[in-house]
């Protein structure tokens, strides 16, 4: 393994979703649904491999379809309009928009200001490209950006920011103003910025304000979502970007050289997917807003400081209360102890210290697994 990968051997998902099927224990860790999503959209994909569509690789951006779907998607949910040929293109999941974007826009040694915690693969794609992160911590209990430090911390070397609302693993969405201010920042130092909004569906307070709306920003925005939390099928990997023609060609070119395209079939499903009435997003939004709801509450009777999600499927809280110290020995302890596995935000941070007894519970399970690990935590 070479010096930029250095210390990221194996992803904090994989190792916990490997202890949870060793132990046998309810997976709280992985964000990944126990139910599929809509019959229909599955029906698309199996008739998309029976008709014989998409078999063969298909069209290096994406099939016509999809980002046509994509483009009416921005228009229908921010009124952002997209050409559907020049300025949006297909990835294999959001995680290959990251890299690919990351890859085609920065220069080695280059800086990046990212949200910390962040995501795991911003830090091992930023490393990859050569480039330094920057992280601006987002601090409890708020788990808010301070906005003067993203000031102070954009130097000459400073080429983007990378933002993500709402946010894994705080579940923070930015509010207008903060928007604003990220925005007035990128222009006055004429950054790039690279929005990951695979949660853009699951803002439960406020709703999702996209940062390429806002005025100087679509011409600098790359802008990244995914079919796999809003469909709840993880597993098909079918992502996008849309930007301005100049920067998705340089998205592409990156693409091209990773995957070449992403899996055919499974496009003209999430075709027929992004265009689901509105009664589908709501139901969505209101049936996790009621699992969150449901967590929340058993963690904090648990015993858990809970810090309540905006967004995402994710519960950050903080063991401390429970006379623990560090995530990663809970985390590692907690399927011998109690049967139920949970990721340590830990993992996330260059700051470990501001971490280090946060731990992430997701909740998009079924309300009786919910209910079962729940329990199992009581008696921690
Ligand atoms: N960004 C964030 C913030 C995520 O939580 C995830 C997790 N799925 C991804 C990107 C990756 O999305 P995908 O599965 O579409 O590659
Ligand atoms: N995005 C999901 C999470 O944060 C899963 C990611 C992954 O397995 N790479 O849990």
Known sequence: LNRRLAGMGTTIFA??????????SINLGQGFPDTDGPREIAEAAARAVLEGRGNQYPPGPGIPELRTAVAEHQQRFYGLSYHPDTEVLVTAGATEAIAAALLALLEPGDEVIAFEPFYDSYAACIAMAGATRVPLTLRQPAFRPDLDELRSLITPRTRLLLINTPHNPTGTVLHPDELAAIAALAVEHDLLVITDEVYEHLVFTGGHHPIA??????????????????????????????AAPELVAAVRTAKQYLTYVSAGPFQYAV??????????????????????????????????????????????????????????????????????VAIPNQVFYDNTEAGRSLVRFTFCKKDEVLLTAVERLRRL
């Open 271 to 340: 075709a027929e997917a992004l265009r689901l009435p509105a009664s589908y997003f709501e139901q969505f939004r209101a049936d996790l807003r009621r699992k969150r709801d449901l967590l929340a509450t058993g963690l904090a009777d648990a015993g858990f400081g809970v810090h309540e999600p905006e967004g995402t499927y994710f519960i950050t809280t903080d063991i401390t209360p429970l006379g623990e110290k560090d995530g990663i020995e809970f985390c590692r302890a907690l399927p011998e102890r109690c049967g139920v």
């Open 213 to 242: 709306a806002l005025p100087g920003m679509r011409e600098r925005t790359v802008a990244i979502s995914s079919a796999g939390k809003t469909f709840s099928f993880t597993g098909w990997k079918v992502g996008w970007v849309t």
């Open 15 to 24: 190792e916990m979703s490997a202890l949870a099927t060793a132990t046998g």
